[in-house]
C-alpha cells in the first residue's frame, strides 16, 4: 500500500493517510476483507508518530471504511454501495467547486460552464 506524506500540504498527516486509503478503498485497490497494515508498521514506513496513524485508523473506522478487530488488525469493511456513492459525490462537488470558482474569477457564465461539463460528459461516452 503506498501512501505518501506532503510535508508541504496543508492537510494534516493523519488526515492525508485517511484520503488515500479511502481513495484505495472506492477504486477498488484494496478489496474488502483485505488486511490493513499494523498502526505501528505504517508508522515505521512513513516515518510519524503510532499516534498519527491511530487517529487515521480511528477516522476510516468511523466512517465505515475499514474495522479493526482486537488482536488481529484491521481490515477494509463490506462496502455499503451508498457510503461509496455518498464518497463519489462529495469528491465531485469538491472539484466542481473549484472549477466553478475559477470560471467565476475567468468571467465565464453559467451557460458556458454547463455547456463546457456537457460536452466533456459525453466525451467520455463515446
Given at each position: 500500500m503506498d501512501i505518501i506524506i506532503s510535508n508541504s500540504s496543508g492537510k494534516p498527516i493523519y488526515e492525508q493517510i485517511t484520503s488515500q486509503i479511502?481513495?484505495?478503498?472506492?477504486t477498488g485497490e484494496l478489496k474488502p476483507g483485505e488486511a490493513l497494515p499494523s498502526m505501528r508498521l505504517l508508522a515505521k514506513e512513513l516515518r510519524i508518530s503510532v499516534i498519527t496513524t491511530k487517529r487515521a485508523y480511528e477516522d476510516l473506522e468511523r466512517d465505515g471504511f475499514i474495522q479493526s478487530i482486537m488482536g488481529k488488525?484491521?481490515?477494509v469493511a463490506a462496502q455499503n454501495t451508498e457510503l461509496i456513492?455518498?464518497?463519489h459525490l462529495r469528491k465531485v462537488e469538491e472539484y466542481l467547486q473549484k472549477a466553478i470558482e475559477t470560471a467565476k474569477l475567468s468571467d465565464i457564465s453559467l451557460?458556458?460552464?454547463?455547456?463546457?461539463?456537457t460536452m466533456l460528459y459525453k466525451e467520455g461516452e463515446e
Open positions: 479511502k481513495n484505495l478503498i472506492i488488525g484491521s481490515f456513492r455518498e464518497e451557460e458556458e460552464l454547463v455547456e463546457i461539463t
